[in-house]
């Protein structure tokens, strides 16, 4: 069930590989949308697809809801990535992505905190 597609693997490599860039080029201490834009031009110039403050609509026992979900960044229809510029990753940001996939059915997200020194610590991979 954890098994991931090679392609969905090595789209998830090239995400966290922008990521790098990105960090490497801006550092910590910007605001997310910052981050956000930045990311959206390095992974379209490795020819993935990106959709930017996806909305995805909710429903409660099957009544659609006036309020709707947004993702940061959708990557290929598949990866969703939250971005964030925080002092640290918290429960809870792992807890909304994991809503985020479960309520959108994708199964592949990742939670990028740019506001850290090294960007690897800043990184959490989630798969349901």
Sequence with gaps: MWDLSEELEAKAREVVDAGFHVHRELGPGLLERVYEAALVHELTSRHLSVQRQ?????????????????????????????????????????????????????????????????????IRRLVI
Excluded: C, W
Aim: hydrophobic share 50%; aromatic share 6%.
């Design 54 to 122: 996806v909305q995805v609509p909710l429903h409660y026992k099957g009544i659609p809801l006036e309020d709707t979900l947004r993702l940061d960044l959708l990557v290929d229809g598949a990866i969703i990535l939250e971005v964030k510029a925080v002092e640290a990753i918290l429960a809870v940001h792992k807890a909304q992505l994991l809503s985020y996939l479960r309520l959108s059915g994708r199964r592949l997200g990742l939670l990028m905190n740019f506001n850290v020194p090294t960007f690897k610590d800043g």
